[in-house]
């Protein structure tokens, strides 16, 4: 896969088709593989990775890149394309400006669950019949393929892709997932055993705004969290009230937005669960307004954004001056 993406790269700097590339490459460890820019052949056979620990979705970079001369090949993953999607339909990416290429999705790997294994020195992974095969500094290490899945791989919701120009490898379909089954747990939970689930993870937050940085959801020029007047930027929380307070304002701010990438809990250092609070919200607003998914067009009205003669809250139809 990673020799046919660089090769049709290439191919597409060299007739003129873009002039930059936003793929891969590998920082300090091998695991540890981040999103780069290539603009010449040598860069992409010099730098560019795409393997198992490649998880980062770059549809974000793209709010910026597209605003730059000439267009960008991006290479997606099948939820990379709903988060795409959805910077199209707010007006935050120039689609015109972006040569989409769809490529297979996970599961990806994530490092910090085979780390937690007491595994070190990683120099390499593979899945053999359901293991996986771990080279490393100090030799051969081996763990259950699905205990080292990145988090947003093992309740993925579709490996179709929702946006291209062209695909390398097939297009996959809408699954059935069982993403809602832990909101579901929450839910079951009392009111204190939730608070306290909460707490317990909130009160892990460094406020290092990773999250936000991720999220393709988040691209507010100017965020709420970044006003010098608020007494709450950019800095770390002084106490409970604002540790909640960041996690729900960002939560209530992409609601009907989070196309549910998984990117917020992935790069939390603190491995804070955040998707949860974000998929609460998306199966209320499944409920309540019937199923919608965030980015699968560019089209329609999202729940949060219209309303109906019957919306379920119903002030918000109510005539001028009727109680
Ligand atoms: S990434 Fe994690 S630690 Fe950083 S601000 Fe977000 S929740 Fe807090
Ligand atoms: S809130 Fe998390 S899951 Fe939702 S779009 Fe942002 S990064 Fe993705
Ligand atoms: S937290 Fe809210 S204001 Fe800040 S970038 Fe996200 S959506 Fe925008």
Redesign the pocket.
Known sequence: MQEAMINRAKQLLADGTVNRVIGWKRGEFVYDVTPAIFETAEELDAEFVYDDFTAANVSKYLVKECKKEGKILAFLKPCDTYSFNQLTKEHRVVRDNVYIIGIPGGPKLDAEKIKAKGITGILGAKNDNGTFVIETLYGEEKMPYYEALSTKCESCKSKKHVVYDELIGDDGEVLESDRFDMVEKLENMSAQERYDFWREQLSKCIRCNAC?NV?P????EK???DNPDSGVENKAPADSFEENMFHI??AF??AGRCTDCGECSRVCPQNIPLHLLNRKFIKDINSLYGNYQAGEDTTSRAPLNDYKTDDCEASIVHERGVE
């Open positions: 936000r999220c959801a988040c691209t507010c965020c709420v969290f304002i960002r701010h992409v």
